[in-house]
């Protein structure tokens, strides 16, 4: 294996973004919809945005300086003219009129207008919210912090939220229902991503009581030719090892008794396939199980 190490500061802007924008992904996205004193409504798509607290609930984008002119986003503009915004979540169903949001019209242009979007008022700040967008937040900005004046150059909007606006088709039992949400999300260049169906996985957060860790797994079972990195931790984020009556029972399961007839003599290769069946346990959600499994192998 090699690693190509570069240095950002010799290489051009447009490389670097596109290293940095194909890395560093996938990004969730959000249209930002601003109003100038003039009372022009301007709705641009951000995908430098994510959440940064929820006490105080503080929301920022980043409406980048243009890489060809240097030029300031109408966003940016309109937020430091009217410090208001409403940041609404975009989803596959509005995914290509986000798109063609994100061109670069004349300042007096309403891109609501211009991708068929529903604007509807909102309570708490001049800008209006997305009709389509499965969530909006009305925000106050409470500072921008320009990174550089350079080309490129970022511009964080902090935006502190005071209403949020839920469509109830993406409810489930009143709670945001992330399988209903069909979100997408920015990849590299022209590419994105959509959060449905087999893209979407779950994982146990770590448990309270703190998991005895990878480094706590004995060294057969870390050093396992079948396992992966995702099922050593997984492994890791059990409390405790299973006991000697729980391994000396697991021999009594009926895929273990005929898997042990069937490789008697064969220590190394029933060794394995007991390693093969623990991934499988494992992958259906059954941890401690496939401990178990894992441990009545390393005592063969």
């Known amino acids: 294996m090699s ?21 560093v992904a996938p990004r969730p996205i959000c249209f930002a919809s601003t109003i100038d004193r003039e009372g022009n409504v301007n709705l641009s798509p951000f995908s430098y945005f994510n959440v940064f607290s929820s006490n105080p609930p503080v929301l920022i984008f980043s409406p980048a300086r243009s890489g060809r002119d240097n030029s300031l986003k109408h966003s940016h503009q309109n937020v430091k003219e009217v410090p208001e915004v409403v940041i609404n979540i975009v989803n596959h169903p509005i995914v290509e009129q986000m798109s063609l949001s994100s061109t670069a019209y004349e300042k007096e242009v309403n891109e609501f207008v211009k991708a068929g979007l529903t604007p509807v008022p909102s309570e708490t700040v001049k800008p209006p919210r997305v009709g389509e967008a499965p969530v909006s937040f009305e925000c106050v900005v409470t500072e921008i912090i320009e990174l550089a004046d350079t080309p490129g150059a970022g511009n964080l909007i902090l935006a502190k939220v005071q209403r949020i606006h839920i469509n109830d088709t993406y409810l489930t039992e009143g709670k945001l229902d992330t399988q209903k949400l069909d979100l997408v999300g920015r990849m590299g260049g022209n590419w994105y991503i959509r959060a449905n169906d087999e893209a979407l996985f779950e994982i146990p957060k770590p448990i309270r009581t703190k998991g005895i860790g990878v480094d706590g797994l004995p060294k057969e079972i870390r050093e396992s030719k079948v396992l992966t990195g995702n099922n050593l931790g997984r492994l890791g984020n059990l409390e405790s090892l299973p006991t000697l009556e729980e391994i000396e029972a697991i021999k009594a399961d009926d895929e273990i008794r005929m898997m042990a007839k069937k490789m008697e003599g064969n220590t190394a290769k029933h060794k394995k396939q007991l390693h093969w069946l623990a991934q499988k346990v494992l992958e259906e959600d059954h941890t401690h199980k496939a401990m178990t499994i894992l441990m009545y192998a390393e005592n063969l």
Do not use: R, V
């Not at 690693?3 to 890395?23: M, R």
């Open 3 to 23: 690693i190509k190490t570069i240095d950002p500061n010799i290489i051009s802007q447009p490389d670097l973004h596109g290293i940095l924008l194909t890395a």
